[in-house]
């Protein structure tokens, strides 16, 4: 377990997930995502569902982040929901388990204190990642022996849509209160931004539509350009 965060610390890691509307959906194309981002000098991938980790882990040799993302009608919890989800992750050979740790319940009701809780019990040797949009969920968290905490879900939660931009204030009081590594996820979108992260204190940094989601890289570029020829 030491090995691996230690193979992460001070690093970049790249989330490589396509959803099935998505161009790129497929494990195929995430194992080729995967392998430019290692040759890029990621030290670490995250990806979505048990069939692009196996894909993933059988095409880079570095820590892998599994998560399993379903929708259900009766929440809006999504991401690594039940422990049949775990089971499928630990199965595909994730050696992290990332999981939704927002103060919302789980469609059985389930809190998030209680679903870490039981997978520590089944997985005691498996390190564990929550991913929290509020310093409140990320003390949680960590007071419930999780491993890591990320920042994730900041400004994704309903109760935090006015964020609109990674939240340094949020780092910085995960640092100072958490008392675990923490992992700066979700709207870094330049290498100066990861970087400034990893100067406040971020265990690491993970970046995922700026790197691996050519279709809104290109929307972002064809916007700008579209607005000065209009004019």
């Known amino acids: 377990m030491n090995t ?27 194992r080729q995502m995967a392998v430019a981002a290692i040759q890029g000098g990621a030290a670490g991938i ?38 049949e989800d775990v089971e499928e992750i630990v199965a595909a050979g994730a050696d992290i388990i ?11 009701g389930q809190s998030a204190r209680d679903f870490i809780m039981q997978v520590k019990a089944r997985y005691p040797e498996m390190l564990l990642m929550a991913d929290i949009s509020t310093l ?22 309903p109760y935090t849509a006015h964020i609109q931009a990674f939240s340094f204030e949020l780092l910085e009081g995960l640092l100072q209160q958490a008392g675990k590594p923490i992992i700066a996820e979700g709207k870094i979108d330049k290498p100066e931004m990861a970087a400034a992260c990893i100067a406040r204190g971020a265990f690491a940094v993970v970046v995922g539509s700026a790197i691996t989601r050519p279709q809104l890289i290109t929307q972002s570029y064809a916007r700008q350009i579209d607005a000065v020829s209009a004019r």
């Not at 894909?55 to 422990?83: C, E, F, H, Q």
């Not at 990332?98 to 059985?108: E, I």
């Open 136 to 157: 409140e969920e990320g003390i949680e968290a960590a007071s419930c022996g999780v491993d890591i905490v990320s920042t994730t879900f900041a400004g994704y939660t």
């Open 46 to 83: 995250r990806a979505n569902s048990p069939a692009d980790i196996r894909a993933i882990k059988a095409s880079v040799n570095v820590p892998v982040i599994g998560i399993y993302k379903k929708v259900y009608r009766d929440s809006d919890v999504y991401l690594t929901v039940t422990m």
């Open 98 to 108: 990332a999981f939704d740790a927002t103060n919302r319940l789980r469609p059985s």
């Open 4 to 30: 691996i965060l230690e193979r992460l610390k001070g690093k970049l890691i790249v989330s490589c997930q396509a959803l099935e509307d998505e161009p790129l959906h497929g494990s195929v194309h995430m």
